[in-house]
């Protein structure tokens, strides 16, 4: 039984540092020039940063617990996302080991997991249905579609959930691929497997921000190693807009870990705002990606869902242990918060165009026994944030499937 579940991503933190992409300058080039003036300069640096930090602290990100409040509202509309998970033998609907686009580090039955009541749960929301996987219909809606998700790695797993469901319905393996003839390795910047048969393809730009990087104006402190510009796109982003359907996510990159630790700051209009907590810098971001969605995107010929965050499962006193357990935590009484999720919520529902927030948080937060844990092609980093393949994952592209 775990007795606290963290909202943060520690292992997920130390186990991506090394795949740090944007601020990929060394944080050890200093080093080189080292002398008496530099070291002095970094002691008062230092003092200042420690205050900064103290006073800019990240919002406690802890669980809330909730009542959970019937899904159907006062009209009888089905809420997809307020449900359980209920036993189905006819799970899981693929083998990951027969999908080429599902990767090495999330199979986790080829890499050693015995335990196999974890690919038998399917979503059932509480007042309705969503419909059963038919891959046969999915694919022939598909035709002629472009498909795009943007984000973190949360998203390259939906993005090979996606595919690996649809592969079950496609007889010729080889008649999916991916268009550059890449492989899949967890900072490429794009991946497009198309389905030849099918004339459509499903893609994946990385874009853990969204929003832009950007350099670093003269006379920064010198612990201000990149920055991430909050109100522009990322500049990848003109890529996304001719599409029929756009999947974002974004927000376990958003902790100091990933951000000052890296000497990664915000700019905002130019300026640098060193003292700006990563909540607003985020609600920022999210109202800069709204206004793209509003400018730059087709909302009558594109479908456009923002994904909501996705807890983890990392329990013990300093969140760094990793148990995955063999049934999902199941207490109906509870629900889970996340302010990453809540603040997607209100920034879409803030906005003049159509867009749905797939608010899969709650979801997620009862399967403490899907997580990669130990299972993945490196078992000396456990995993509680990512999910096993088949899993989670599936479940969220059956949501979406049933907007379709
Ligand atoms: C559930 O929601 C309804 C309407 O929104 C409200 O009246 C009721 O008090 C809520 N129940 C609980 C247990 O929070
Ligand atoms: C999945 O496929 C692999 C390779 O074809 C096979 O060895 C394995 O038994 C299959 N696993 C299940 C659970 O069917
Ligand atoms: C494939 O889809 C594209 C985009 O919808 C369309 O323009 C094209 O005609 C289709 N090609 C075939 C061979 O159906
Ligand atoms: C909602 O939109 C208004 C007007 O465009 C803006 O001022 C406000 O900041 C937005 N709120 C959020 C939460 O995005």
Same mark, same amino acid.
């Given at each position: 039984m775990l007795n606290r579940i963290y909202w943060t991503y520690p292992g997920y933190f130390r186990s991506s540092i090394a795949n740090w992409l944007h601020c990929k300058r060394s944080p050890f080039r200093s080093l080189n020039r080292f002398n008496v003036v530099s070291s002095g300069l970094f002691i008062v640096l230092t003092i200042i940063c420690g205050y900064i930090y103290l006073y800019e602290a990240v919002p406690p990100l802890t669980l809330e617990e909730n009542t959970i409040n019937n899904s159907q509202d006062s009209n009888g509309v089905c809420d997809l996302y307020d449900g359980t998970w209920v036993l189905d033998e006819t799970y899981p609907l693929y083998n990951a080991s027969q999908c080429p686009f599902a990767e090495t580090s999330f199979n986790c039955l080829a890499n050693g997991r015995k335990d196999k009541g974890y690919l038998k749960w399917r979503w059932k929301p509480n007042n309705c249905d969503i419909p059963r996987f038919n891959v046969g219909v999915i694919l022939e809606k598909l035709r002629g579609k472009r498909i795009v998700f943007v984000g973190d790695s949360l998203s390259r797993t939906q993005w090979e959930s996606m595919i690996c469901l649809l592969m079950t319905g496609v007889e010729d393996k080889t008649s999916v691929y991916e268009v550059n003839g890449n492989k899949i390795t967890k900072k490429i910047r794009y991946l497009g497997v198309r389905f030849q048969s099918y004339n459509f393809t499903i893609e994946f730009y990385r874009s853990v921000f969204l929003v832009k990087i950007g350099s670093v104006p003269k006379r920064s402190p010198k612990r201000v190693r990149s920055t991430i510009k909050l109100d522009e796109l990322d500049s990848i982003s003109s890529k996304w807009i001719d599409s029929d359907i756009l999947v974002f996510n974004t927000g376990h990159w958003w902790n100091r870990a990933k951000l000052f630790e890296m000497g990664c700051y915000f700019k905002v209009g130019g300026r640098l705002k060193l003292g700006m907590s990563t909540m607003s810098a985020y609600t920022t971001a999210l109202q800069t990606w709204a206004s793209w969605v509003e400018n730059m995107v087709d909302t009558d010929r594109t479908r456009v869902f923002f994904r909501t965050f996705e807890g983890s499962h990392w329990s013990g006193p300093n969140g760094h242990t990793c148990k995955v357990t063999e049934k999902p935590m199941y207490n109906s009484k509870m629900e889970y918060r996340s302010h990453f999720s809540e603040i997607i919520?209100?920034?879409?529902?803030? @906005?003049? !165009?159509?867009? $749905? #927030?797939?608010? !899969?948080?709650? @979801? /997620?937060?009862?399967?403490? $026994?899907?997580? !990669? /844990? #130990?299972?993945?092609?490196?078992? #000396?980093?456990?995993?509680?944030?990512?999910?096993? &393949?088949? /899993? !989670?994952?599936?479940?969220?592209?059956?949501? &979406?499937?049933?907007? &379709?």
């Open positions: 919520k209100r920034v879409v529902k803030n @906005m003049s !165009v159509p867009v $749905d #927030t797939m608010y !899969v948080t709650p @979801m /997620g937060s009862y399967r403490s $026994d899907a997580h !990669v /844990g #130990t299972w993945s092609d490196n078992p #000396t980093v456990p995993d509680c944030s990512h999910w096993c &393949l088949p /899993g !989670v994952p599936d479940a969220w592209n059956q949501i &979406l499937f049933s907007y &379709l």
